[in-house]
């Protein structure tokens, strides 16, 4: 004879109000994000559809050494797998402008590319006739693309700003919202990843008070080791927001667990559900951690309450 079980099963969990309603706001800002690979990291999935939702937007960073067959191809993979394929134009990586226009015919030729990021490059000393993403806009290259999109530094850059200031940026984003002005394409900032909601707030508002209207897409890095996220912020300049952390690096209770950006999003989530015209209009994922891990993160988080 069975002995009876006395033990009461755990009760669910309840959520609060106030969580309950983060959950719906981070999920509601969520909503077309987007995320970026590189051709050897997109090799390594096997298929994309179990784990983006349809037409997510998808960029392709180019680096340097990258052959312009695996951007392309990696491009065409993506559009046959139902994504909108975004690849990167990295200015001082170009050769020249029969270059560009060689890249961009086989980019709309074999993989429908409709979108593209314009940016200066990883390399302080161009290989040929473009600088910076100015130069490429003015050239005409880009007439006919639906939407162009170009970077953003929330935390400054002194690739740019060599005093630690942003008056070289801020400069250079007027030039850009006066040529979205006169243009036909849809344009946005994408940033780099930041860690901490705080200056990215300030940094947008300050946007809007220049007078800079282009919308705003975050730039977060994905759930990774704290290890690897702590190697690429140093790597790609990231500012003040490292402090979140090389904080978290000091307790040793959380040193070997992941990272996951859910509070930074959250707090710009909140922040954009209590004030509609701030800038930030989507998120932009670098997935340090992997694709897998990060598509995983983002399906989990777009549930919200329900």
Known sequence: MALLNFRREAAPARISAADAADKNVLAAFLDNCSIEVMPRTAANIDDFRPLLTPGTRVYIA???????????ATAARLRAEGYEPMPHF???????????????????????????????????????????????????AF???????????????????????????????????????????????????CFEAAPVITWANRL??????????IGVAGPAKLQTLLKFAISCGVGPSLRVLQKRARDVTKLLMPFEPTDFVTQLARHKAATPGF???????????????NAAWVADHKKGNS
């Open 208 to 217: 809007a008070a220049e007078g800079i209207r282009l919308p705003i897409h």
């Open 62 to 72: 180019h680096i340097e050494g990258t052959p312009i067959d695996e951007m392309v």
């Open 90 to 140: 990295p200015a001082r990586i170009i050769a020249d402008g029969a270059t560009l226009k060689d890249w961009i015919a086989r980019y709309r030729g074999e993989a429908d590319v409709r979108q593209a990021l314009l940016l200066g490059g990883g390399v302080s000393t161009p290989a040929g006739d473009f600088d910076n993403s100015m130069q490429m806009l003015d050239s005409g």
């Open 279 to 293: 800038g930030i209009e989507s998120v932009h994922f670098f997935p340090l951690g992997g694709i897998k891990t």
């Open 143 to 193: 007439d006919g693309f639906e939407r162009l999109h170009v970077a953003g530094h929330p935390e400054g850059n002194r690739d740019i700003d060599k005093d630690g200031g942003e008056a070289v940026i801020l400069q250079a984003l007027k030039w850009k919202q006066d040529f979205a002005d006169r243009s036909d394409a849809q344009m946005a900032i994408v940033t780099q990843f």
